[in-house]
């Protein structure tokens, strides 16, 4: 596995432009987080009118990711943990918001958390992780 090569383009599933079914996400950095608004369509749904559980875990895992590769560069998920707090409803702005929690092992390893919301309030799913520095 060591052979293995993290070449970042335009095709990644979250974000990347060039990927024709992918998300499209686009970030926003706001004090110490890094901030998406994530808008589902009906192919998204896992039940009627509800996002899929693991597309829910992917927004939260990018989310995260992406401070750490903003703030201290390129890193990769090495732990994830999502809890559903409730349904997330499809075709309706959800604000995802990621940080990092704690740097470990002398910048090497980052505890991320996240969580996302709805413009009530609502928190649909909170998520915690760790991500590690690519070499």
């Not at 686009?26 to 589902?40: K, P």
Request: charged letters at 20%.
């Amino acid at each position: 596995m060591s052979d293995v090569e993290f070449v970042a383009d335009q095709m990644c599933f979250a974000c990347g432009r060039d990927n024709p079914f992918g998300l499209h996400l686009t970030f926003r950095d706001e004090g110490d987080m890094s901030v998406t608004t994530f808008v589902s369509v009906a192919a998204h749904q896992g039940y009627k009118g509800i996002v899929h559980g693991g597309l829910m875990a992917t927004v939260l895992d990018e989310v995260m990711v992406r401070f750490v590769w903003q703030k201290y560069g390129s890193a990769a998920t090495a732990k994830l943990e999502v809890r559903y707090r409730h349904p997330a409803p499809t075709e309706t702005p959800i604000e995802v918001r990621g940080w990092i929690t704690a740097v470990r092992h002398g910048g090497r390893a980052f505890e991320t958390a996240a969580e996302a919301r709805l413009a009530d309030g609502t928190v649909l799913a909170e998520a915690t992780g760790l991500a590690i520095r690519l070499p």
